[in-house]
């Protein structure tokens, strides 16, 4: 292979700037995997150590959920940009709850709430563990459980969602945590269903009881 000329040099500078900008244009968006939704671009608030769940990992997680999804109450705890609640309610869901204390977060996700509405989403501007407090009786079948990594609180939420008396029977939890970590310690009646692996992060599908499904 030769040296470029000067003009195929140009054109591939001006390539590599076209994609970079394209890469930058979609950055503070989150895209919607699949459903009544599907491929909607939302916002996502400038908040520092917002990270929403990747379309990857939330493909495979709702693949899981398929069986289960439809019709479901659900709760998203730490919801952040809303991604794992908004993608339920595009599958089916019945409601979801979004619990987030940030109120940059918090308001974006009511705007977004807004533009697709979704009459059956409803925002908590409060911390995870005081809405716990006050959830009993709720029955949640879903929920999405992603707390910041560095905070560590996984153990201690599981625990407060189990006393909170707002699990259905069957319910579903889903968590995520850092791979490089030993595996959550999980309550006793909780069981893994399914677990995998992306980058950094480690996530889990839970069954809140002893019946034998299993996802696949």
């Known amino acids: 292979m030769g040296d470029e000329s000067p003009k195929l040099a140009l054109i591939r500078v001006c390539q590599l700037a076209k994609r970079s ?3 930058k244009s979609q950055s503070g968006r989150l895209r919607i995997v699949a459903g009544n939704w599907r ?3 939302l916002d996502i608030a400038d908040v520092p150590g917002l990270r929403p769940t990747s379309m990857r990992v939330r ?3 709702f693949n899981w959920l398929a069986p289960s999804i439809q019709g479901a109450r659900c709760l998203d705890l730490f919801a952040g940009t809303g991604a794992l609640g908004l993608e339920a309610l595009s599958r089916g869901a019945a409601s979801c709850d ?3 204390k940030s109120a940059r977060a918090a308001k974006t996700l009511r705007s977004n709430i807004a533009v697709l509405q979704a009459e059956s989403a409803h925002v ?3 911390a995870a563990e005081q809405f716990l407090q006050r959830a009993a009786g709720k029955s949640y079948e879903v929920v999405f459980l992603d707390p910041p990594f560095a905070a560590e609180m996984l153990p201690e939420l599981c625990r407060l969602l189990v006393a909170s008396d707002a699990l259905a029977k069957t319910a579903r939890i889903y968590i995520e945590e850092d ?3 030993p595996f959550t310690e999980l309550p006793e009646m909780w069981h893994v269903l399914k677990s995998k692996t992306a980058g950094n992060v480690r996530y889990s ?3 809140n009881s002893d019946e034998t499904w299993r996802v696949n």
């Open 21 to 23: 900008s394209d890469n």
């Open 39 to 41: 491929s909607r671009l």
């Open 59 to 61: 493909e495979t997680l």
């Open 98 to 100: 979004f619990v987030e």
């Open 124 to 126: 908590h501007e409060i």
């Open 179 to 181: 791979r490089n970590q």
């Open 205 to 207: 599908l839970l069954g």
